[in-house]
């Protein structure tokens, strides 16, 4: 698909990302995250891309709290317009599979280089988050074109990682086949996340 940037020049293969701050208001972080340390007292967690932390089971969306429910919601939204980009618009609702969990990262906890197979996109909500100088805890996607950056001038194909400060209540979303990691987190404050599997079921793309 080539996206046009001008008369002469236009974008082939590249990879979108949506990026949204204050996707939802403080209030609903504040249940988010009173939800997401209720299960964890539970003790109810698993271990998959992280090292350290702690993540729940990947039923977050049939969690009852009224701001699970808007995340959804605001969710499907928002996945409508990453889909609709660079294409006309569609008359029919995109129907979509959705698997969530959260993630709590303490101080020198981190998440290893993976990304999300079998499923069409990935997201990741921040519920809370704090990143100054020296904290860590960024969020690193990688180019996935494995051969972008033999060329002498890496910066100007933007070959190079992306690496994004997460903070409260800012989404970020890409397909799923995106290579990403979160770094060691060395803030004085937990850092909560939660992260979406998302599978388009009828899409016509």
């Not at 009852?64 to 499907?76: M, N």
Request: aromatic share 8%.
């Amino acid at each position: 698909m080539l996206v046009k940037l001008g008369a002469d020049l236009s974008v082939m293969f590249g990879t979108p990302v949506f990026v949204r701050k204050s996707f939802l208001d403080a209030a609903a972080n504040v249940q988010l995250e009173e939800a997401i340390r209720r299960r964890m007292a539970e003790g109810h967690g698993v271990q998959v891309s992280n090292v350290g932390g702690w993540q729940s089971r990947p039923d977050l969306m049939a969690w009852q709290e009224p701001a699970i429910a808007r995340l959804g919601a605001e969710l499907h939204q928002a996945v409508k317009q990453f889909l609709l980009f660079g294409r006309a618009a569609q008359d029919k609702e995109p129907k979509l599979w959705l698997a969530a969990w959260a993630n709590l990262n303490r101080p020198g906890d981190y998440n290893i280089l993976h990304n999300h197979p079998g499923q069409d996109l990935a997201a990741i909500y921040y519920v809370k988050a704090k990143v100054t100088n020296g904290t860590g805890g960024h969020l690193e996607l990688r180019d996935p074109r494995p051969a972008a950056g033999f060329c002498n001038f890496p910066k100007l194909f933007s070959a190079g990682p992306l690496q994004l400060a997460p903070e409260p209540g800012m989404l970020v979303m890409f397909p799923s086949w995106v290579e990403h990691m979160v770094h060691p987190h060395h803030g004085a404050e937990d850092r909560i996340s939660i992260a979406i599997n998302i599978k388009l079921m009828d899409f016509e793309g």
